[in-house]
């Protein structure tokens, strides 16, 4: 007769009202719970494709990150299948292009850029000799745990990929509100970001990256790129009704950004919810969104 909605911060807590039966439902499964939960035969688990992106954003206003061979760099020392079997148990998808495959205006990156470490360094020292020129980089991330994991271990992992390519990482876990500050400030180097993101349409207005003309991106800075290019296939998709043409300068944004690597999405990730087995008819659509309005307690 009613759906009541309850905010328990602590991910290891809404598991154990769940295993008490004191909550039909919980959203994201953390991670290191999702194997204790499949044994629990009163349990069962949901998994559905979801929006869910882990990136890492350079700040195109720092070295190295204002040349674009300095985020090619970066490019080379990501391991992203190793990133996401830390991050999320591998559950997902390595991704190197902007945009989700859940999208229908998904276009799949031409740089399908494989890990190397040795071509990293090797583009690196290319652009600066040693890293004690360049002096300590900065991977910033949010202290708060992630719904699904913590990302302190996925970060520090990234921390010594990026040493051993020859950059010289330090590791700074904020507090949400300084986190913020920092990233409009832009007080770092690089940020680690886990974030659900709209559902996206060639509108354009469904993606902060592309709703504002004055700007590539909402928060992040990206005041050192510039791209006439950028401009003029914003400045022609707002400038037509026809859906079709819209798409077509939508994608070819997306190869732009991708190719200037503004952004790195490291992995697309399908999270994990599990519900107790009297709960009948739970659906999900294709964004992972949950539909309680159908779901039936007995």
């Not at 700040?59 to 999320?88: E, S």
């Given at each position: 007769?009613?759906?009541?909605?309850i905010v328990?911060?602590?991910?290891?807590?809404r598991v154990?009202?769940l295993?008490?039966?004191?909550?039909?439902?919980?959203?994201?499964?953390?991670?290191d719970?999702?194997?204790?939960?499949?044994?629990?035969?009163?349990?069962?688990?949901?998994?559905?494709?979801?929006?869910?992106?882990l990136?890492?954003i350079?700040n195109?206003?720092?070295?190295?990150f204002?040349?674009?061979?300095?985020?090619?760099a970066?490019?080379?020392?990501?391991?992203r299948k190793?990133v996401l079997?830390?991050?999320?148990g591998g559950?997902?998808?390595?991704c190197?292009a902007?945009f989700?495959p859940?999208?229908?205006?998904?276009?799949?990156?031409?740089?399908q850029?494989?890990?190397s470490?040795?071509?990293?360094?090797?583009?690196?020292?290319?652009l600066?000799?040693?890293s004690?020129?360049l002096?300590?980089?900065?991977?910033?991330?949010?202290?708060?745990?992630?719904?699904?994991?913590?990302?302190?271990p996925?970060a520090?992992?990234?921390?010594?990929?990026?040493?051993?390519?020859?950059?010289?990482?330090?590791?700074y876990?904020?507090?949400?509100?300084?986190?913020?500050?920092n990233?409009?400030?832009?007080?770092y180097?690089?940020c680690?970001?886990?974030e659900?993101?709209p559902a996206?349409d060639?509108?354009?207005?469904?993606?902060?990256?592309?709703?504002?003309?004055?700007?590539?991106h909402?928060?992040?800075?990206?005041?050192?790129y510039?791209s006439?290019?950028?401009?003029?296939l914003?400045?022609?998709a707002?400038?037509?009704e026809n859906?079709?043409e819209?798409?077509?300068?939508?994608?070819?944004?997306?190869?732009?950004?991708?190719n200037?690597?503004?952004?790195?999405?490291?992995a697309?990730?399908?999270?994990v919810?599990?519900?107790?087995k009297?709960?009948?008819?739970?659906?999900s659509?294709?964004?992972?969104?949950?539909?309680?309005?159908?779901?039936?307690?007995?």
């Amino acid at each position: 007769e009613e759906i009541v909605f309850i905010v328990i911060a602590n991910a290891q807590s809404r598991v154990r009202e769940l295993e008490r039966g004191n909550v039909d439902i919980i959203l994201t499964l953390p991670a290191d719970r999702i194997a204790q939960v499949k044994k629990n035969q009163d349990l069962r688990l949901l998994k559905p494709k979801t929006l869910t992106k882990l990136s890492l954003i350079p700040n195109c206003t720092h070295r190295p990150f204002n040349d674009l061979r300095g985020r090619l760099a970066l490019n080379f020392a990501i391991p992203r299948k190793k990133v996401l079997q830390l991050f999320f148990g591998g559950r997902g998808q390595v991704c190197h292009a902007l945009f989700s495959p859940l999208s229908w205006a998904q276009v799949p990156s031409a740089l399908q850029t494989e890990y190397s470490a040795v071509k990293a360094k090797r583009i690196f020292e290319r652009l600066y000799g040693n890293s004690s020129e360049l002096g300590q980089l900065t991977l910033l991330y949010c202290r708060t745990p992630y719904a699904a994991a913590d990302l302190a271990p996925t970060a520090d992992f990234l921390a010594a990929c990026l040493n051993s390519a020859g950059f010289n990482i330090e590791v700074y876990a904020a507090a949400p509100q300084e986190y913020r500050r920092n990233l409009i400030g832009n007080l770092y180097d690089l940020c680690l970001l886990a974030e659900e993101v709209p559902a996206l349409d060639p509108s354009l207005e469904a993606n902060l990256m592309l709703a504002d003309p004055s700007r590539v991106h909402d928060e992040y800075n990206v005041a050192n790129y510039s791209s006439g290019r950028i401009l003029r296939l914003l400045e022609a998709a707002r400038s037509t009704e026809n859906r079709a043409e819209r798409l077509e300068c939508y994608k070819a944004v997306q190869a732009k950004l991708d190719n200037d690597g503004l952004e790195f999405n490291i992995a697309w990730t399908d999270l994990v919810h599990a519900c107790r087995k009297n709960v009948d008819n739970l659906d999900s659509d294709r964004w992972g969104i949950l539909h309680f309005e159908k779901a039936v307690i007995r």
